[in-house]
C-alpha cells in the first residue's frame, strides 16, 4: 500500500493544547475545539502531537481537522510514542476497522439485519469515518478532510476484509465525502455500479426500499434500529399505533408487522408514498392510514374524532417543521405532549424521542416530566447501542434519546 508523503513527513509538529482540552481528552473526549491555542495550529499536516504548555509534555497525538469550523483536533492515540503510531498509522487503520467489525460478527448483528454501522465514528476510534452496511452496499461517510488524501488507504482496508470475512458476498463499495466545504457527492469504488442504485434490506424480518446513492438520505435511520429491536414488547403487545413524524416508516412497519393498527404521520407525500412501498414490499395485511399534514395537525383531528391509541411514537427531527416554521423539537414537546396523552389510551405507551446532543438526558427527562404533569409517567429508557456505541466523556455521541411513558388514567 502507498504511504502518502504528506503523512509521514518531518518533523511531526509539536503544538500547545489548553489545559481543558487537556482535562477533556484525558477523560475520554476526542475532540479538540476551536479555542485561542488551536488558532495557531499549522494546515499542512494531517497529524499533530499535542503538548503541555508549560511542562512541554507530550499528551495526545491527534488528526489536524483545521477545515472543521468548530472541532480543530481528533484524538488518534495516548500511546506513546507518537511518532512510531504516526509511522505505523495504515497498518494501526487495518486493525481498528478489522477489530471493529469482528465485534459486530461476534455480536451477530448481521444474523438479525443486513442495515448497520461497521465503523461509528469516534466510538471505534476511527474519529470522522463512518461505515454502514446497507444490503448488498457498503457505504463509507467521511465528516473529517483528513481523510481526503487517504481515501486510497481506507478503501483497500475495506476492500480486503470484506474479501477476507464476507469472501461469498458482491458488496457494492461507495464513498461519501461530507466535510465543511465539499460536495457530498457518492464516489463509486467497486467496479460496474449503477449510479441509481436501490436495495432492499432486512431489518428483524421486515423489508425496507432504501437508496445508498443519496447518502443523506437513504430511506432508514440505520443507529435507532438497536432501539427498534427494544421496543418490540411494546409493538407486540399494542393492537393500535400512531406514528407520528413516521418518514419512511420504520416504526410503522413494526407495528403491522406485529398485526397493529397504523396510523402514520408526515408532512412529505414522498416519504409517505415510501412507507406505502414499503408496506407492499413486506406484504403486510394489517389496517393502515396515511395522514400527510404535522403532526399537531394530525394529533388535533385524530382527538375531535375520539380515536385512541395502544402506542404513540415521536421520533421528531432536531429541528422540526410545521410546514410554517421550524420550532426545536424540545420546544415542540410543549405542544405535543397534552394532544399525545389526550390520544392515548389508559395505560397506553408513548416513545418520546430527542436527537441532539446539545440537550442531556437529565434535562430531558426533566422537561417531560414537567410536561406530563402527572398524568403519565417515565417507565423506561433508550439511547444508541449495539452497531452504533457511545463512549465515556463523550456526550456528543450519545445523541439519540428515547423515553417511554404510561399513561396513569
Not at 49 to 60: L, M, Q, S
Not at 390 to 401: D, Q
Request: with cysteine.
Amino acid at each position: 500500500m502507498k504511504k502518502n508523503p504528506r503523512l509521514f513527513e518531518r518533523p511531526f509538529p509539536r503544538v500547545d493544547i489548553h489545559p481543558d482540552s487537556i482535562k477533556h481528552t484525558k477523560n475520554g473526549h476526542p475532540w479538540i475545539i476551536l479555542d485561542s491555542f488551536t488558532k495557531t495550529f499549522p494546515k499542512t499536516n494531517l497529524f499533530l502531537i499535542g503538548i503541555h504548555p508549560k511542562t512541554k509534555e507530550e499528551i495526545v497525538l491527534f488528526i489536524n481537522d483545521w477545515r472543521h469550523p468548530k472541532i480543530k483536533g481528533r484524538v488518534w492515540s495516548h500511546q506513546k510514542p507518537f511518532v512510531e503510531k504516526i509511522k505505523n498509522f495504515e497498518y494501526d487503520l487495518g486493525s481498528r476497522l478489522e477489530n471493529a467489525l469482528e465485534r459486530r460478527i461476534i455480536d451477530k448483528i448481521s444474523e438479525e439485519r443486513d442495515n448497520f454501522y461497521w465503523i461509528f465514528g469516534e466510538a471505534d476510534h476511527i474519529p470522522g469515518l463512518f461505515i454502514q452496511f446497507m444490503g448488498e452496499v457498503v457505504l463509507i461517510q467521511t465528516f473529517s478532510s483528513f481523510w481526503f488524501p487517504l481515501q486510497f488507504a481506507v478503501t483497500k482496508h475495506v476492500q480486503r476484509l470484506l474479501e477476507k470475512h464476507f469472501p461469498s458476498n458482491d458488496y457494492k463499495v461507495l464513498l461519501q465525502e461530507r466535510f465543511p466545504g465539499c460536495k457530498p457527492e457518492i464516489k463509486k469504488i467497486s467496479k460496474k455500479i449503477s449510479s441509481t442504485i436501490n436495495c432492499n434490506v432486512t431489518e428483524f424480518g421486515i423489508k425496507y426500499e432504501v437508496k445508498p446513492f443519496d447518502g443523506n438520505d437513504p430511506g432508514i435511520y440505520t443507529d435507532a434500529a438497536s432501539i427498534r429491536k427494544k421496543m418490540r414488547p411494546y409493538f407486540e403487545n399494542s393492537n393500535s399505533m400512531l406514528n407520528l413524524y413516521s418518514y419512511t416508516g420504520a416504526f410503522s412497519l413494526q407495528g403491522l408487522f406485529h398485526n397493529g393498527h397504523v396510523t402514520s404521520v408526515d408532512l412529505s407525500s414522498k416519504y409517505m408514498d415510501w412507507l406505502k412501498r414499503n408496506i407492499l414490499l413486506n406484504h403486510f395485511t394489517s389496517t393502515h392510514r396515511s395522514m400527510v399534514m404535522s403532526s399537531e395537525q394530525a394529533l388535533k383531528k385524530l382527538n375531535r374524532e375520539q380515536v385512541k391509541f395502544d402506542l404513540i411514537v415521536c421520533d421528531p427531527p432536531s429541528s422540526s417543521s410545521d410546514g410554517k416554521k421550524t420550532t426545536q423539537a424540545l420546544k415542540k414537546y410543549e405542544d405535543l405532549i397534552p394532544l399525545i396523552l389526550e390520544s392515548l389510551e389508559d395505560k397506553g405507551h408513548a416513545a418520546l424521542f430527542l436527537n441532539t446532543h446539545s440537550v442531556s438526558k437529565k434535562k430531558y427527562q426533566d422537561k417531560i416530566l414537567q410536561l406530563i404533569k402527572g398524568q403519565a409517567k417515565i417507565v423506561n429508557e433508550f439511547k444508541l447501542g449495539e452497531d452504533c456505541p457511545t463512549i465515556k466523556g463523550f456526550p456528543e455521541g450519545n445523541y439519540l434519546k428515547a423515553l417511554i411513558i404510561r399513561k396513569s388514567h
